[in-house]
């Protein structure tokens, strides 16, 4: 019996007869023939054949030559083939092995499977060795030729479906070094596929090889433009631009404190839908104490590494908010707050956020929602406008959105009730190793085993439920928790018949616990509860007269958590339904709630009082930080002081307040906790004159110029008719500041030197510093004054360094490198910036870094290196862009788009300088409008349009309200133009340019210069 027949046709043919090669078939055309039969599953006339391979040859020669040619094949192959005097077919029910028709058998098997089947498509894609027939070609025979380069095609397009599942599964399944061998060999097949190109670059990222992934998109890019002579699309851009931002092994998930027990079969599950590209939103349900945080911790901790951009933990259990706040705006604040985000614009919070997100692959972890219901349209927002962010919710209650996925959370795995040894249970195993950490000699054998038992069904197996119970094997044996458990059960069941089953065993846990309390513990978890997330011991002492050793004692009963905060200090927290229970128990006795409440919202107004001083000189860093870690305390006591009219303590708070909202711009937070405060003012208070300008302050960063003027005019008129010299030395201050903002120059000037006066006649070497630093930019812009501007920025800068002021001195020095650049000393400036930019990164100052190294953009691009200067104005404006600070966009675009015309790439610059304008327009700010359209006037005359150019100028300088600088600049354009066009017509460009209004030039510019 002969052996079987092997032959390969994917890549180079080969034809085995077992394990030995088939040879002496005589000719290229054999080998061709027989691929041809082999491949169809039919007879072939011997006419068709003859003319398959000898097209060019009369009939009958064509048909000598294929007799001849059969008479071969019958002594090598004859068990396999089927030779007649009239057609000619391969035996397909011959013993025989087709590479081909083994891979479209595997292909197609996994084409008509739902799940994919790895294996399989693995070895279908092992076969496709290179395209079929490679390298084989037959002179003169070009139907034969057509048939193969049709079946090449066929092919390749199968081997490319195939490729595509295995990257697919290897992307979703975390295997990044399989899916980067398997999407390499994708784009060998299909080079010119965008999808691929784009799965390589995020698989490479994702592989801590970002360098590779940009260099990827640069080859693919140029050999686009080699090829075809088109950049790549769009989203292969922003991708890019993803990429170039991404740091995928980044993540803000709590280390945990002890070890996670079972859930095994709930992660699996989690992370299929985790990994599941239809599942954008995926919310982890159950009832409290069920374990949902720690599960999703868990989860999301396997899912590092997957997402471009990271994955960002979001706790939202201490916000809480009340019946006149927009609960989604608080939900906005807290993601903000945990992506590092500054908003600073003037759009709603939202739109900001959604700006942010919108080009960002993340997953976010929003934990313990179920009192925030009112924000789920926030959630879908985030879906339908952030495609590839990823929702990763915990809450009591589903959200009830569409494309929501519910996962429900029941209790651990708890041995059957008739088991007689199920140590190994998850609900066992958690109880003896809580157990274990409170009682080092607690012994879990037979012998305890069935009260144990009996407790993890008592709780059905509730993680929270089962460490409390845990805890008290100090004091009780296994079996006198249960007869406290089952007492609390039974009144629970009498009592609350409508009560969800799953929630009974938790209250009866509380229950137990809190009657096995002393008096004073109870007192003292009463009080506790008034805490917001973290607290101290000496705030615990301050708030809830608790001594060190009475907060051990109830973290050991894990009633109270602790953990460290940071070198020796020790912190503690409340878990949320803790926290919740002790405060209903707290409300019982309405003057203890009174006494606690009281005492929490003087502690932190002392608090922020204390870390006044410090946030205007040195120690600015560690004051910011010991702020941000108590935050949701300190929000809580400024929102009790307001409630409860609390004047005296908000006077005490008011800077402290200020002064943190301000270093961590935190402009819309700090608006509406301003606005709040001055609604609980009278209008003839002192107060409320220190509440307005701040207010202003924020309204005015947020590019509100009108409502700023408002309120700072308000300030003003109640400060002058009272005895407060600081006060009103800080908001001329401020109020010269819009003033410059805006361009009126003059008015600037007048405010910032009465602030300035009084300032030096109540020796406030703060206030100077700050109104020095003013009064100089106001002159640079005024009158180009800038050796006189450099003499009070030297002045300003002593003051500074005096104090030790980071934020003050990064300030002035940012100035100082502005006045260097405008007089031509480049290498001054460069130091003057990089300094700044150290010092702002220092005091993690976000306003700061983007404007330094919008600064050492420019200089550098002065200093000749375009391509550096793009990348720092890049950095600049993509934080601007996050922050939503929408009159620094407008600098940062038309900074940008200046280096990149000096480069040469005129189309992109003028995009950027069509952006710039018409937001300068949304601002109606004049002096933006007019820096803007000096630069492009200068665009216009560097390309030929002079008549264009002299008519943007002539409207530039006709405006009353321009700075000397600006003005300056201007005429040395104008002089080149009045050069460059006849004397008839310069009188004709300038005089539509005085006329036109900024509206109808901008339009005018952008359709005919910029598109």
Known sequence: MAERLKITLLGSMTIMRGDKPVSGLGTRKAEALLAYLVMQKRPFAREVLADLLWNDRPQDQALANLRSLLSGLRRKLKPNLIITRQTVAFDHDSDYWLDVAEFEQQSTINNQQSTVNDGQLAAAISLYQDDFLAGFHIREAYRFEEWAALERERLRRLAVVVLRQLVDRSSATNQIDRGIAYVGELIKYDPYSELARQQMMRLLARNSQRNAALAHYNQFRQFLADEIGVPPQPETNALYERIRSANPSQHNLPQPTTPFVGRTAELTAIEKRLTDPNCRLLTITGPGGMGKTRLSLQAAAKQVGRFLNGIFFVPLTAVTPTPSDDAAELVIEAIAETLGVSFQGSEPLQSELLDYLRQKEMLLLLDNFEHLLAATTLLGNILNQAPDVKLLVTSRERLNLQGEWTYELHGLLRPDPDQTDGMQSEAVQLFLQSAQRVEAGFVGDTAVYPAISRICHLVRGMPLAIELAASWVRLLSPQEIVTEIEQNLSFLTSTLRDAPERHQSMQAVFDASWQLLQPNEQAIMARLSVFRGRFSREAAQAVADVSLAELLALADKSLVRKKNGGGTAVIFHLHALLRQFAGEKLAQNPPQEIDAQERHGRHYVQFLQQRENTLLQSGQKQALAEISAELDNVRAAWQWLLQHRKTDLLDQALAGMYLFYWARSWLHEGYTAFQNAAAIVPDDDALLARILWRQAEFSAWLSQYDEAQSLLTRSLSLL??????????????????????????????????????????????????????????????????????????????????????????????????????????????????????????????????????????????????????????????????????????????????????????????????????????????????????????????????????????AFVLAQPDIGQQLEDKANRLLARLNGAIPAADTAVYSEQGRAITAEALIQEIINKLLI
């Open 720 to 953: 002058r008719r009272i005895d407060s010299p600081k006060e009103l030395a800080m908001a001329l201050e401020a109020n010269g500041r819009l003033h410059y903002w805006q361009g009126n120059y003059t008015r600037a000037r007048e405010q910032v030197e009465e602030s300035l006066a009084i300032f030096r006649e109540i020796d406030d070497p703060f206030g100077q510093a700050q109104s020095l630093n003013s009064l100089a930019n106001i002159l640079c812009e005024e009158s180009a004054d800038f050796a006189a501007a450099e003499n009070l920025f030297a002045e300003s800068l002593a003051i500074t360094q005096e104090l030790g002021d980071g934020f003050g001195i990064a300030k002035v020095l940012i100035n100082q490198g502005a006045t260097a650049q405008a007089v031509g000393d480049f290498e001054r400036a460069q130091q003057h910036f990089q300094e700044s930019l150290a010092l702002y990164r220092e005091v993690d100052y976000q306003y700061g870094i983007s404007a330094a190294l919008s600064y050492l953009g420019q200089v550098t691009a002065q200093l000749g290196d375009g391509e550096a200067a793009a990348d720092l104005i890049r950095q600049s404006l993509a934080i601007y862009r996050e922050s939503g600070n929408r009159r620094a966009i407008v600098s940062g675009l038309e900074q940008l788009a200046g280096v990149i015309a000096q480069a040469g790439d005129l189309s992109t610059a003028k995009r950027y300088y069509v952006e710039a304008l018409h937001l300068a327009l949304a601002l109606q700010s004049s002096r933006l409008i007019q820096e803007l359209l000096t630069a492009v006037a200068q665009l216009a005359h560097s390309e030929g349009h002079n008549a264009q150019a002299l008519k943007t100028i």
